[in-house]
C-alpha cells in the first residue's frame, strides 16, 4: 500500500462490511480498484478484486486473488487477514492462526487483524486468548464497538455475565448514532443478560 487512498478504500470497505452494509461495501471497492488500476499497482487490483468476491460469498475467488496479492506485496496485513477469513469461512481452520499472526507481523498496527484474531481464538474456545488479542485491538483504536462486541460474547461464553455487559454497554456507546439497528441488537444483548440468573 504505497498510497495514502488505498488505506483509505481498505478502511473505508473494512467498516461497510462490518456492519453489513454491502451497498457501500461495493461502491468502495469499485472506487479502489478503479484507482489501482489508474496507479497500475497488481497487488492492489488483486485486493479490491478478491473484496468483491467476499462480498459475494465468492470465498475460493477470493483466495485466489489473496493469494496474488499477498505475492505482490508479502508486506499487506490485511491480505493475510482476508486469507484467513475467508478459509475460516470455507470451514477450514488448519493454517489460520498462522494467516493472523503473518498479518500481524508484517502490519502489527492494523487493528482489525487482532480483532478478528480474537474472534477466531473465541470461535474455538481460546477465551483467554482471544480476549488479550481484543484488548491490542483496542490498544491500537480505541472505541471500536465491534470489538468491545466481540469480548462481551467472549466474555459470555466464559460465563463471566457482568464483564460482559459492560463489554456491551461500552459497544453501545462508541456505537455510531446513524447505527440504529445495531445500537437495538445491542440493548436486547444487555436486557438479555441482566434477566439471566448470576
Known amino acids: 500500500m504505497n498510497h495514502p487512498a488505498f488505506t483509505q478504500f481498505r478502511r473505508l470497505i473494512d467498516a461497510a462490511i462490518t456492519f453489513n452494509d454491502l451497498v457501500s461495501a461495493k461502491k468502495f471497492i469499485a472506487q479502489g480498484l478503479q ?11 488483486m485486493y479490491f478484486r ?16 489473496l493469494d496474488k496479492a499477498i505475492a505482490y506485496n508479502p508486506a499487506d496485513g490485511a491480505a493475510y487477514n482476508d486469507k484467513a477469513l475467508c478459509l475460516s469461512e470455507l470451514g477450514r481452520i488448519e493454517g489460520v492462526l498462522e494467516l493472523f499472526d503473518k498479518g500481524i507481523e508484517v502490519e502489527s ?36 464497538a465491534v470489538t468491545y462486541e466481540n469480548m462481551a460474547n467472549t466474555y459470555e461464553n466464559m460465563g463471566c455475565k457482568d ?3 459492560r463489554c456491551y454497554k461500552d459497544a453501545l456507546k462508541s456505537t455510531q448514532h446513524v447505527f440504529v439497528a445495531i445500537k437495538d441488537q445491542i440493548r436486547f444483548q444487555i436486557k438479555r443478560l441482566e434477566k439471566k440468573a448470576p
Open 163 to 165: 464483564e460482559a455487559i
Open 109 to 144: 498496527d492494523y487493528a482489525t487483524i487482532h480483532h478478528n484474531k480474537g474472534w477466531f481464538l473465541n470461535k474455538t474456545g481460546q477465551h483467554e486468548a482471544a480476549l488479550a488479542c481484543f484488548r491490542k485491538a483496542l490498544e491500537i483504536e480505541p472505541g471500536r
Open 35 to 45: 484507482l489501482a488500476q489508474q496507479k497500475e499497482c497488481l497487488g492492489e487490483m
Open 50 to 65: 478478491a473484496q468483491a468476491a467476499i462480498v459475494d460469498e465468492s470465498f475460493m475467488e477470493a483466495l485466489v486473488y
